[in-house]
């Protein structure tokens, strides 16, 4: 029997419609995610796996971390827009280049002072 069940799977998109539909392992719904107050960047595509830990980031490392999420949240592009606008105006023989440096190094604390004043 359990032959014939493998062999007629093949003939199906989803397996064998007899036996009971499992989720795919690490599967993730966008209906489980219900926050809608929350950023779409912090939305994830899945779900972690593996024994949870926790550490310390090195100063780097958060450094890094925190200028990703900055560069990466739509929610924030229209503040990087003006940050590099006020540095082409400030430099104006800045190239795309220098002006992308000077955003990773000057854009978060710059960030923070913006929306806390």
Same mark, same amino acid.
């Given at each position: 029997?359990d032959?014939?069940?493998?062999? +007629?799977?093949?003939?199906?998109?989803e397996?064998?419609?007899?036996?009971?539909?499992?989720?795919?392992?690490?599967?993730?719904?966008?209906?489980?995610?219900?926050?809608?107050?929350?950023?779409?960047?912090?939305?994830?595509?899945?779900?972690?796996?593996?024994?949870?830990?926790?550490?310390?980031?090195?100063?780097?490392?958060? &450094? +890094?971390?925190?200028?990703?999420?900055?560069?990466?949240?739509?929610?924030?592009q229209?503040?990087?827009?003006?940050?590099? &606008?006020?540095?082409?105006?400030?430099?104006?023989?800045?190239n795309d280049? +220098?002006?992308n440096?000077? &955003?990773?190094?000057?854009?978060?604390?710059w960030?923070?002072?913006?929306?806390?004043?």
């Open positions: 029997m032959e014939a069940a493998k062999f +007629a799977s093949f003939y199906f998109k397996g064998d419609p007899t036996l009971p539909l499992k989720e795919k392992r690490n599967e993730v719904y966008l209906d489980d995610i219900v926050d809608d107050d929350m950023f779409e960047f912090f939305k994830p595509p899945g779900k972690a796996i593996g024994a949870e830990g926790k550490r310390y980031l090195a100063d780097n490392e958060y &450094t +890094a971390a925190h200028l990703y999420v900055l560069m990466n949240c739509p929610e924030v229209p503040f990087i827009d003006v940050f590099v &606008t006020e540095k082409r105006k400030q430099f104006p023989n800045l280049e +220098a002006v440096a000077v &955003t990773e190094q000057e854009f978060p604390s960030f923070e002072k913006y929306v806390c004043s």
